[in-house]
C-alpha cells in the first residue's frame, strides 16, 4: 500500500521562506516530484527529481527560488522555497512514479504520475 504524507505547509509573508517534505511509505519510487493548483486554476508541475537525484526538472516559474531534493534512503522528497511571492500560493501535492525521469514534456503532466498525495496548503501574504 502507498501513501505519501505532506507537511511543512504553512503561511509565510512575501519575501519568505518554506520547506515542504513528503515520505512515502510501502516502497520507494524512482521519481519524485511536486504539483500545484492554485484557486480556479488548473494543477501545474512544479519540479521532479531522479533516483539518484542528478536529475531534476523545474518549472520556468519557480528556477531559481525553488530546490527539489531527497534523501538517501529515497523515501522522502523535499522542496526548499525561497523568494516566495503571492503568485505561489496555492495547494502543493506530492507526486511519484515507478520509471525514470527524462527530459521530457512528458513529465509537466500529472497523468506521467502514478501515486498522489493528499496536498499542503502553501499560503503567500504580501
Known amino acids: 500500500q502507498v501513501q505519501l504524507v505532506e507537511s511543512g505547509g504553512g503561511l509565510v509573508q512575501a519575501g519568505g521562506s518554506l520547506r515542504l517534505s513528503c515520505a512515502a511509505s510501502?516502497?520507494?519510487?524512482?521519481?519524485m516530484g511536486w504539483f500545484r493548483q492554485a484557486p480556479g486554476k488548473e494543477r501545474e508541475f512544479v519540479a521532479a527529481?531522479?533516483?539518484?537525484?542528478?536529475?531534476?526538472y523545474y518549472a520556468d516559474s519557480v528556477k531559481g527560488r525553488f530546490a527539489i531534493s531527497r534523501d538517501n534512503a529515497k523515501t522522502t522528497v523535499y522542496l526548499q522555497m525561497v523568494r516566495l511571492a503571492s503568485g505561489d500560493t496555492a495547494v502543493y501535492y506530492c507526486a511519484v512514479r515507478d520509471g525514470p525521469l527524462y527530459y521530457s514534456d512528458h513529465y509537466f503532466r500529472a497523468a506521467a504520475y502514478d501515486y498522489w498525495g493528499q496536498g499542503t496548503q502553501v499560503t503567500v501574504s504580501s
Open positions: 527529481i531522479s533516483w539518484s537525484g542528478e536529475t531534476t
Open positions: 510501502g516502497r520507494t519510487f524512482s521519481t
